[in-house]
C-alpha cells in the first residue's frame, strides 16, 4: 500500500513509480501539462525579447536605438546617402547611355580588325571599347564569322 501524494489515501499501485491514486492520477497529468506549458510559454517569451541596443549614427552622431545588427545610420543620414548613391548610379549610367556608339553598317575595315584580333584573342569587350562599337553588335559580328569559318571547313571538306 502507498499513501497518495495529492489527497493522502491509501492506495494498492498498479506501476512501481506510481505517486497519485487513480482518481488523483488524471487530474495530476492534467495540471503537470499546464504547468509545462505555462513555463515554457513564458521561457520562450524572455528569449524573444531582447534588450535595446542603442547606437550612434555613424554621420551626424545621434544617439537611437538600433533595430538591426547592421544598422549604422539614422533614418535622415540613411536617406541623405541612398540620395547620394542612386544619384552617382543614375550619373554612370547617364554616363553610358551618352556615349556615342557608331550605328549601321561595319566597315570593311572593322570586319577585318575585328575577325584578326578575335584571331590573336582580343575579347568582344575590347573590341568593342576599341571600336566605339556595342558589345552585342561585336558578338554578333564575332558570330557570323564563326558561322562563315564553319561552312568554308564544311565546303573544304566536301571537294
Known sequence: MKKCKRCGLNYEPTGRNQKYCSSCGINAKRDYIKQYH??????YKSLRKR??????????????????SGHKY??????????AQLSRLNAERDRINK????????SQTEKDYVYRRRKEGATIFELAERLGRTVDSVRYM????KGINAIKKLGKGTH
Open 99 to 106: 556615349k556615342a556608339f557608331k550605328k549601321g553598317r561595319w
Open 51 to 68: 534588450p535595446k541596443r542603442t547606437i550612434t549614427c555613424k554621420d551626424c552622431g545621434i544617439e537611437m536605438i538600433a533595430r538591426s
Open 142 to 145: 564575332d558570330d557570323k564569322f
Open 38 to 43: 505555462k513555463e515554457t510559454k513564458e521561457y
Open 74 to 83: 539614422c533614418d535622415k543620414c540613411y536617406k541623405k546617402i541612398e540620395d
